[in-house]
């Protein structure tokens, strides 16, 4: 079965101010790298809008509709000093969302055997009623909701490998032994979360934090060690991925010094356990990756290693 792709022109719309590293050209560049011939046998779909009700599957409705009454009809309007709304925000932040809907909708059903989805803005630093780290709705959690209720799945898994620690997606299934969330990141750096300490009311929060200057051995062998037999053990029925690409070693926000290859690495070791447990089904949502080379560079390697050409 093919792989899918899922992106829509709405997520340049979501403007950031001048110099912010969340910005349109990070789709640009994605969509480029996909030209390549490569790719030509991915099946490209637009991203849907999610509905506001499938929103608050994760978040409160009063969240939701703040943020929908917030988005200005022209300048910005910020929520933190990171993180604003722009007048093309709010349909970006809904596909963005729908994009993990739909994706969820076609892997689970059988469609496509994974999917990724190159939107923004990103979600997994937004906790259940606040939105913050260029982030409103938190697109993963969303997906591992809807997969529950919508499909059935009794456990998903959700692993993060951006730089920065998901403190959102944390928060939100701290409490929730049938989400598992696994997280490699940066430490010390934004937001200050991901202690190894910090392990959920179930254990089922998995941090393997890493240090400025490491790099592919250390990688590896915290997801060997730490990272992948949890999520073995947790059978998951869904694993959906938190895919920041800001670990690279070309990003300026972090200082964790991997390459292309580990990602696609990562990628295949997550396949191999969704194989055994989970009929394949793989979820792949993109979070960070502010270096536009990196960025498009460590996606290719990702999504050829979705399509089994890694």
């Known amino acids: 079965m093919p792989t899918l792709y899922l992106c829509h022109p709405a997520a340049l719309d979501h403007a950031t101010p001048l110099g ?61 000093s990171d993180t604003v709304l722009s007048p093309g925000t709010l349909e970006a932040a809904l ?18 055997s994974n999917a990724f989805a190159a939107m923004r803005p990103p979600g997994h630093h937004a906790e259940r009623a606040q939105a913050m780290g ?18 059935g799945a009794e456990r998903v898994a959700i ?3 951006d730089v920065h620690h998901g403190n959102g997606t944390q928060d939100i299934f701290w409490e929730d032994g049938s989400v598992l969330y696994a997280s490699t990141h940066e430490m010390p750096l934004y937001p200050g979360t991901g202690a190894l300490s910090e392990r959920g009311e179930h254990d089922t929060i ?16 915290a997801l060997k060690t730490r990272v992948l037999p949890r999520i073995e053990a947790f059978r998951p029925d869904l694993i959906v991925i938190s895919a920041g690409f800001d670990a690279h070693w070309r990003d300026p926000l972090g200082n964790v010094m991997l390459t292309e290859a580990d990602f ?25 990756g502010y270096d536009l080379e990196g960025l498009s560079r460590s996606v290719a390697a990702h999504v050829q290693a979705l399509m089994g050409q890694a």
């Open 206 to 221: 998995v941090n393997a934090p890493l240090s400025a200057g490491d790099g592919s051995d250390v990688f590896r062998e």
């Open 20 to 80: 912010h590293p969340e910005r349109p050209d990070r789709i640009r560049v994605i969509e480029r790298a996909l030209e390549d011939e490569k790719f030509m046998t991915l099946v490209r779909e637009q991203a849907p809008c999610a509905e506001l009700d499938t929103i608050a599957l994760v978040h409160p409705r009063r969240y939701v509709d703040a943020i929908v009454e917030a988005a200005p009809q022209d300048g910005l309007v910020a929520i933190d």
């Open 134 to 151: 260029f982030c409103f709705f938190n697109n993963a959690a969303i997906a591992a909701r809807f997969a529950q209720s919508r499909h």
């Open 95 to 112: 596909r963005s969302a729908g994009a993990a809907v739909q994706a969820v909708d076609e892997v689970m059903a059988g469609t496509v």
């Open 159 to 161: 692993v993060d490998w």
């Open 264 to 288: 696609s690495w990562a990628t295949l070791q997550l396949m191999e356990i969704a194989e055994r447990h989970a009929k394949g089904r793989v979820v792949s949502l993109l979070e960070g």
